[in-house]
T-cell receptor, first 116, second 114 residues
Framework: GENVEQHPSTLSVQEGDSAVIKCTYS??????FPWYKQELGKGPQLIID?????GEKKDQRIAVTLNKTAKHFSLHITETQPEDSAVYFC???????????????FGQGTILTVHP | GAVVSQHPSRVICKSGTSVKIECRSL??????MFWYRQFPKQSLMLMAT?????????EQGVEKDKFLINHASLTLSTLTVTSAHPEDSSFYIC??????????FGPGTRLTVT
């Protein structure tokens, strides 16, 4: 099955700096890679995703890059703000076939702390 | 993004009792729903996958007779923890996918078994 490794486990930055979180996956059949932000006591919130036919996607201060050959993808947050502090999870998934989607395999999570 | 709700947000029950958690997709039809549990400072662990009108598919090691899942409609799935014990205390989160690629999560339910 799929295995997703996420690094670093903790990341501390100053407000205004950039933050980068990296993930690698093992199954070359995976073709969908979402990123989730989870605040304490809440469910994960989808913040950005990328499909395998795209190399990069950007949404305001957040961007995701995908390298299919190397089987890794990264989350980039620019101009970080204290409210970006949370746990971030990457995930990978392949289609199960037809209109059914396979299950997400999650990374271990990264605790991001943005200091004012 | 799409909205998934869960009820209750917190529940405390006594050991040996059962508790039901509801998961609803509020603005889309959820063809597939997923149930996860999450222990403190850990990642999400998939418990089971359910499609509307079908039996749930449980992950290895998850007791299907203990964690009963019903996906009765395209907007509602329920998880019943039967004969709960303190080790079942955890954060339970549901998620759902509709017609698109995205998978949206509910706010979670904190279960405490005393």
């Amino acid at each position: 099955g799929e295995n997703v490794e996420q690094h670093p486990s903790t990341l501390s930055v100053q407000e205004g700096d950039s933050a980068v979180i990296k993930c690698t996956y093992s199954d070359s059949a995976s073709n969908y890679f979402p990123w989730y932000k989870q605040e304490l006591g809440k469910g994960p919130q989808l913040i950005i995703d990328i499909r395998s036919n795209v190399g990069e996607k950007k949404d305001q201060r957040i961007a995701v890059t995908l390298n299919k050959t190397a089987k890794h993808f990264s989350l980039h947050i620019t101009e970080t703000q204290p409210e970006d502090s949370a746990v971030y999870f990457c995930a990978a998934r392949q289609n199960a076939g037809g209109t059914s989607y396979g299950k997400l395999t999650f990374g271990q999570g990264t605790i991001l702390t943005v200091h004012p | 993004g799409a909205v998934v709700s869960q009820h209750p947000s917190r529940v405390i029950c006594k050991s040996g009792t059962s508790v039901k958690i509801e998961c609803r997709s509020l603005d889309f039809q959820a063809t597939t729903m997923f149930w996860y549990r999450q222990f403190p400072k850990q990642s999400l662990m998939l418990m089971a996958t359910s499609n509307e009108g079908s039996k749930a598919t449980y992950e290895q090691g998850v007791e299907k007779d203990k964690f009963l899942i019903n996906h009765a409609s395209l907007t509602l799935s329920t998880l019943t923890v039967t004969s709960a014990h303190p080790e079942d205390s955890s954060f339970y989160i549901c998620s759902a996918t509709g017609a698109g690629y995205e998978q949206y999560f509910g706010p979670g339910t904190r279960l405490t078994v005393t």
